[in-house]
């Protein structure tokens, strides 16, 4: 549990609201660093987001033989030891039946639909954002140089 000391210098970060007042004025930019820093640990390594992707697209859970089929270029070692560690950060929910052939089948937890979700929003944001970064950039014509 944390301390009132920590309690107190911790600070809600700002939601963005739509007339754009939000702010980060007053937290320190280290302490968001940090947090950005293990954001970026855990959702960047190579097929953390593709393994997320089948999960969050039915309610149903996914055995490891699909992730296999679904994850071209990605090794069945890179693919175990990204799943455990997904299991191990409280993501994904593991679970083995003691069957022959042995089936191993994945769900999200509350936790690990949380992330889904916030990935999907950062992937509509993209979309959003992307077609007008394109538009602009087509429509936007440097200004000359004119010698005086």
Request: aromatic fraction near 6%.
């Amino acid at each position: 549990m944390e301390s009132k000391s920590n309690n107190a210098r911790r600070r809600e970060l700002p939601l963005y609201k739509e007339d754009g007042c939000s702010s980060f004025e007053g937290y320190d930019p280290s302490s968001l660093m940090a947090e950005t820093a293990k954001l970026r640990n855990l959702i960047t390594k190579r097929g953390t987001l593709e393994i997320l992707i089948p999960l969050c697209c039915s309610t149903s859970p996914v055995r490891h033989k699909k992730f296999r089929e679904t994850l071209k270029g990605i090794s069945s070692k890179t693919l175990a030891y990204r799943l455990k560690e997904l299991e191990g950060g409280g993501i994904l929910e593991r679970h083995s039946y003691n069957e022959i052939p042995p089936r191993v089948e994945y769900r999200l937890t509350t936790k690990g639909q949380e992330l889904v979700e916030s990935v999907i929003a950062l992937l509509q944001w993209l979309r959003k954002w992307s077609n007008v970064a394109t538009t602009a950039t087509t429509h936007y014509s440097p200004p000359l140089n004119v010698r005086d």
